[in-house]
């Protein structure tokens, strides 16, 4: 095999708490992770030039050794000791950037994914999630993904049952926001209330879709938000439609809506479409 083609999924979070801050200045989270079909296409072809080249249908995207995909590729032949015989990697880009949707992450775990079967090197996920982890600290669990528990940094994970399926729509108002600069300011502005992280743990063992609904919860708006009226903005014409809860992604700007009427998402959609390009209808995986 030389070549191989894997969707890349997007994340949400259906809650985010911060839950203190470690002495090299990472935050520590406890959050509540859940894939949606929303994805990049990522191919990883083997060539025989020496070299890893990258290319990505968004001109804003790096397409150097910046790009997280690229750093997955160098640090699995680090990892391996494999000689890189050269690499083409093609990203055709859907996920919006820089947007709380862990999409470099996701297309840097395409990458060690791929290259794993490719060079038959049968690490397995324990082993990829430790290489992913030098890359960043969401790309662990976008190896695994699913519904997932995320503590530590975000790479100490533990299985949660399946959300109950219900459509997302998902809305980038048109400003990206460094995931650095929204956790450098948490400190200053932890709001009072936060995550019912275990009420939501448990309404997904009790597949309660309402109790998820009315859970999700992320501490980060209290910077974000603040910030930027358009998430606000968001919230309002998804509640306004029918979305049965809606919340932030990560450190934002991306905010979603769960919808278990299929008109009501599309009507939500719709309206936010027209004034937020980047604005996607997908489901919950
Ligand atoms: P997270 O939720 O993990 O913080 P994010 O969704 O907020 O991630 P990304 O889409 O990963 O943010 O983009 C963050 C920055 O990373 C962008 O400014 C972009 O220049 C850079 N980047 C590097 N590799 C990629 C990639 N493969 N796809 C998108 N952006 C990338």
């Known amino acids: 095999m030389n070549s191989i083609k894997l969707d890349a999924h997007a994340k949400i979070n259906l809650t985010l708490d911060v839950t203190g801050k470690l002495d090299n200045g990472y935050h520590t989270v406890r959050m509540v992770m859940q894939s949606v079909g929303l994805h990049d296409n990522v191919t990883v072809e083997k060539t025989d ?12 995207v790096p397409t150097d050794g910046r790009n997280l995909a690229v750093r997955a590729a160098n640090a699995f032949f680090a990892h391996t000791g494999l000689v890189c ?70 790479e100490v994970l533990s299985p949660l049952p399946a959300a109950p399926h219900c459509l997302v729509v998902l809305c980038k108002p048109a400003f990206a926001v460094s995931t ?13 209330v936060r995550p019912d992280t275990a009420g939501m743990c448990q309404a997904l063992a009790q597949g309660d879709y309402n109790g998820v609904c009315h859970r999700l919860y992320n501490v980060m ?32 700007p991306t905010t979603f809506g769960l919808f278990h009427d299929p008109n009501k998402a599309q009507m939500a959609f719709n309206r936010l479409k027209a004034i937020f390009p980047d604005t996607h209808l997908t489901e919950i995986l």
């Open 221 to 252: 708006e209290a910077v974000t938000a603040v910030r930027h009226a358009e998430i606000g903005q968001i919230k309002d014409i998804l509640l306004s439609c029918g979305a049965d809860g809606a919340a932030m992604s990560g450190s934002g």
């Open 85 to 154: 015989p050269g690499l083409r990697i093609d990203i055709c880009k859907r996920i919006p950037v820089a947007a709380g949707l862990a999409g470099g992450s996701t297309d840097a775990a395409a990458v060690l994914r791929a290259l794993d079967t490719l060079f038959e090197t049968n690490l397995g996920l324990d082993t990829l999630c430790e290489i992913g982890l030098t890359l960043g600290a969401d790309v662990p669990y976008c190896l695994r993904g699913g519904t997932m528990l995320a503590e530590g940094i975000g």
């Open 49 to 60: 030039d020496g070299q890893i080249t990258l290319t990505c249908d968004r001109p804003y």
């Open 180 to 192: 650095a600069a929204v956790y450098a300011q948490i400190d200053d502005h932890m709001p009072d």
